[in-house]
């Protein structure tokens, strides 16, 4: 017997987790398993990981979905049991079973189009959409991006519309799938561990009908789709952010008596190598010399996402200096905010660059600078015995209580609970 994949051990969370819990659960088994993230010879596990975390937040993240899971199990997206396969449940059935039909709902959003109608069947159902990441320039999403590409999908054939046969001609029920569409394969999921599918049937294109050769229609060979090609236009606003999902509806593939799926981009951010973004508003380094920090400077700072040079007049008044870390806000200098004129602010985090090793070459230069300085006003403390002792130049704090197993030692931190569980316990000595 089968063993079914359990969602809540997927995302290690209890049953009575909370949606907030939920969506942690699944960020941190996202990050853990990336294919990107681990070794190459780990990919093909950690992708397997990785799509089942993302299967078990789809269906526990979603009210409707999670009460059927919790209710019929996998099985309330399985074809072949009156559920559904892929992305999500064709609720039919389901809802059949839970409600006693769908009549009584009135059109409920985001339902395909049922609502309404009884037994919700006399409505074509939507075919499955297409999702897949889209990499974007902190620039792009700046100035905003628009990109035609090629895109391949299958359509329904003119020829026969959509039948697979000639004129008259009669399918019969696959005997591959026996006539249900699909058909049940098993999946590693882990050393050791392997889990039920169900995936559609290829041998009758999930349909559970076949058409005998003679019979099939000649431009689609019986497979009632035809594949084409159409140029489509991908459009990104100015100020997009990471994770905004653009929709190019209806064109994923074509299947007869279905409504077409869309294809859903996730915008990905890459790394900028100057900013930093939160939001609408950006961040950056601004790098000073000593010289600048202490008397000021009138310059370009940093070329922007659109390629402008800022320019600062930095005059320090009253002998004001710039120190290391201090910040500098440049209103309206962020992102674009989305239907709207209005930008973020850009912060400036100085970085004051001191000189290099040597740079005074001799007595006289020091003591200019001692001159040019102001004197240090704090009165030497007196003791009753000094000792003159040596310093080591540029030591490391990673050694400071190295091999104590004390968590304040170098390197070391306290554990991070924000979820107030308690406070970190000290290793026992």
Known sequence: MDEEIDLYEVLEISKGASKIEVKKAYHKAALAH???????????????????????????????????????????FDPAKGGMGGDGP???????????????????????????????????????????????????????????????????????KGSGGKQGAKSNSCA??????????????????????????????????????????????????????????????????QGDRITLQGEADQLPDQEPGDIIFTLTETPHDVFERAGADLRAELKVS???ALTGF?????THLDGRGLHLNVQQPNGNVLRPGQVLKIEGEGMPMKRSDARG????????????DGWLKNDAAVQKIRDALPKAEKDEEKHEEVEEVEVEWDADMEEFGAGSGDPRAGGGEWEDDDEGEGAPQCATQ
């Open 176 to 241: 591959v799938c026996n006539g249900r569409g699909a058909k049940q394969v098993l999946r590693q999921v882990g050393p050791g561990l392997v889990t039920q599918e169900t995936v559609p049937c290829g041998n009758c294109q999930g349909s559970g009908q076949v058409i005998p050769e003679k019979q099939r229609c000649k431009k689609c060979k019986g497979k009632k789709v035809v594949e084409s090609k159409n140029v489509l236009e991908l459009y990104i606003p100015r100020g997009a952010r």
């Open 34 to 76: 990336h294919p990107d993230k681990v070794a190459e010879d780990d990919r093909a596990e950690a992708e397997i990981r990785f799509k089942a975390a993302k299967q078990a937040y789809e269906i526990l993240s979603d009210d409707v979905k999670r009460e059927m899971y919790d209710t019929h199990g996998m099985a309330a």
């Open 90 to 160: 064709d609720m039919d059935d389901i809802f059949a079973q839970m409600f006693g039909g769908m009549g009584g709902f009135g059109g409920m959003p985001g339902m395909g189009g049922m609502g309404g109608m009884p037994g919700g069947r006399n409505v074509p159902r939507k075919g499955r959409s297409v999702e897949q990441e889209y990499e974007v320039t902190l620039e792009e999403l700046y100035k905003g991006k628009t990109t035609k590409f090629s895109n391949t999908k299958n359509t329904v054939c003119s020829t026969c």
């Open 345 to 356: 602010d850009l912060y400036l985090v100085v970085d004051v660059e001191f000189p290099e």
């Open 298 to 302: 009138n310059r370009v700072v940093v």
């Open 290 to 292: 000593l010289v600048e």
